[in-house]
């Protein structure tokens, strides 16, 4: 059998961004308006400085106006949620995030709950969780967004296909489930207390990998020619400070049995900045009352 075919994420998000660019500079020339971006940062968690230095230059890159507020660890939760109260109030910011995790002081609900949910760029507010269930028009979470339009690169049509997610958390797991049923898969998401993670996950046509344990999913649990989303990031300390990033799949097995699989890095991560970016975009037509200008 050969190998499967590796989803690029990098090239696809590349692809994604150019017509991004193009559409703020539309939307500057038609409207005089600058799509505005920020993001909101407490503590110093290594990996979310990474993550936010990369999302803010990829939106300059892109032409939107990109604001970044660094916070200290030890911030009351009453100045954060002042913080995000100042950017639904903000005119020059169209969509904004908080990023994750918190420091354990700050209640993560709390800072969620108080996001305008016509401002929340992460489409973490319970109302776009209630409108992506219901089958409305939501903000999307970007890294969802971003698996399947990495899925769609090898299905042109999902329906009636068996997708299994591995994971339920509120940011991937859960709306990943809605986006699969809305493209009338058939899903089955699996967790920390499924019985027989291998058995569930070899029925899957597209199998989600959204957990945080390094190489959790091996070659055997997937179905030969399956579609698979490798959503992890996890580090692995090779000792003398050196590092290596794996996902929650064992890429060296599984890319021998699947049809089409995504690395890491190099998959959904890129992704994912891009589809924050597109939301963010969206955000900025809506208010706006234009349709956005770029494959949605
Ligand atoms: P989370 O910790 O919030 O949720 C993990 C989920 O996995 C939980 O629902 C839990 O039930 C399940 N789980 C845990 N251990 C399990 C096990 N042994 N068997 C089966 N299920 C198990 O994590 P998250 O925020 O959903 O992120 C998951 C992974 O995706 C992490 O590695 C994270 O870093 C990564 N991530 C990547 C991106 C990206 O852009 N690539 C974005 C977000 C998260």
């Known amino acids: 059998m050969t190998d499967a075919r590796i989803l690029d994420g990098k090239s696809l998000a590349a692809t994604l961004r150019s017509g991004i660019a193009a559409a703020v500079a539309g939307l500057g020339r038609s409207h005089g308006v600058v799509p505005g971006i920020a993001m909101v940062l407490v503590g110093d968690d290594p990996a979310s400085h990474i993550y936010v230095r990369n999302k803010t230059r990829q ?12 916070l200290p660890a030890n911030t009351p939760e009453s100045q954060v949620l002042d913080t995000v109260a100042a950017l639904n109030r903000d005119p020059a910011i169209h969509g904004f995030l908080v990023q994750m995790p918190l420091p354990r002081h700050i209640r993560p609900e709390a800072v969620i709950d108080a996001v305008d949910p016509a401002k929340d760029a992460d489409g973490f507010h319970f109302v776009n969780a209630g409108y992506l269930a219901m089958g409305r028009d939501a903000v999307i979470p970007a890294t969802p967004l971003g698996c399947l339009a990495l899925i769609r690169l090898a299905h042109t049509d999902l329906t009636g296909l068996s997708a299994v997610v591995i994971g339920r958390s509120n940011s991937v797991g859960k709306p990943t489930v809605q986006l699969l049923l809305r493209e009338n898969c058939t899903v089955t998401v699996a967790h920390s207390k499924s019985r027989d993670l291998p058995t569930i996950a070899r029925t899957a046509d597209i199998l989600v990998a959204a957990v945080g344990r390094p190489e959790l999913v091996r070659g055997d649990w997937v179905k030969p020619g399956a579609t698979v989303i490798d959503v992890g990031i996890n580090r692995l300390d090779l000792g003398g400070g050196k590092t290596k990033m794996v996902g929650d799949v064992a890429f060296a097995e599984a890319v021998k049995v699947a049809g ?13 900045i891009a589809c924050l970016l597109q939301n963010t975009l969206a955000l900025c037509c809506r208010k706006l009352g234009v349709s956005i200008p770029v494959p949605a």
């Open 59 to 70: 939106a300059g890159e892109c032409g939107f106006f990109a604001r970044d507020i660094l």
């Open 260 to 272: 089409a699989i995504t690395p890491v890095p190099g998959g959904v991560g890129p992704m994912t």
